[in-house]
């Protein structure tokens, strides 16, 4: 009997251009949702804000030192300008203006057809807190929201049960997985001659190298 590694095979799928390295298999349907176009607007992002963010980052972990040692936690004084003036926002879109009963999940295919049939008037597929952000979870979990939103989704269980959308839907919001998350399962930038760290629990999915060379 012969056992296949526990390692996935790298499968490169990044253009040149896009100034991306996948550490991780992007085969199959994987490929139509990190296309040339998905990647190249990850490079821009990480390009663009991985130094603010590793700053952001930095001043989080100062600010719990501080609260640690007995700082009370208050409004920031530079937004004080946002707290007192008048000020509105856009009108609610139309399908949001009933959320009576909202419910969120996790971003599996038989949870995410369950949540839109259910009869609430929100579902919020989670992509944080409920989610196990492993590399094949997070794009299946792409994958479905695709699906769903196309109404082209359709589930079938072990014991041979199948789940379809039925004719009225709750309205679809997605809950993404925050940039404070150094999850070496999402991405591991390198823009601005720095590189983010990420947790060793996992290989890094994604490598960004800075603009004008390769990693």
């Known amino acids: 009997m012969t056992v296949a590694s526990a390692r996935p095979p790298v499968v490169p799928a990044a253009p040149a251009a896009a100034g991306i390295e996948l550490l991780a298999p992007v085969d199959g349907e994987f490929a139509e949702i990190l296309t040339p176009q ?7 992002l990480a390009r663009s804000f991985e130094s603010r963010r590793q700053g952001l980052l930095q001043a989080r972990g100062t600010l719990q030192r501080e609260l640690d040692m007995g700082r009370l936690p208050d409004f920031p004084a530079d937004r004080r300008r946002v707290r007192s003036e008048r000020w509105t926002g856009p009108s609610i879109p139309d399908d949001l203006t009933d ?12 949870m995410v057809i369950n949540a839109l049939n259910s009869g609430a008037q929100v579902y919020m597929a989670d992509f944080e807190d409920s989610h196990a952000p ?24 072990p014991d041979g049960r199948r789940y ?36 060793r629990r996992t290989p890094s999915a994604f490598r960004a190298a800075p603009s004008g060379r390769r990693s």
């Open 38 to 44: 998905a990647l190249a607007f990850l490079t821009h």
């Open 134 to 157: 492993t590399w094949r979870n997070t794009l299946e979990g792409q994958l479905n929201l695709r699906d769903a939103v196309r109404h082209d989704i359709d589930y079938t269980s």
């Open 99 to 110: 959320r009576r009963v909202e419910i969120t999940g996790p971003v599996d295919r038989k």
């Open 164 to 199: 379809t959308l039925g004719p009225r839907t709750a309205t679809l919001m997605m809950r993404p997985r925050g940039w404070h998350c150094r999850s070496s399962k999402t991405i591991s930038r390198r823009a601005c001659g720095t590189t983010s760290s990420t947790r």
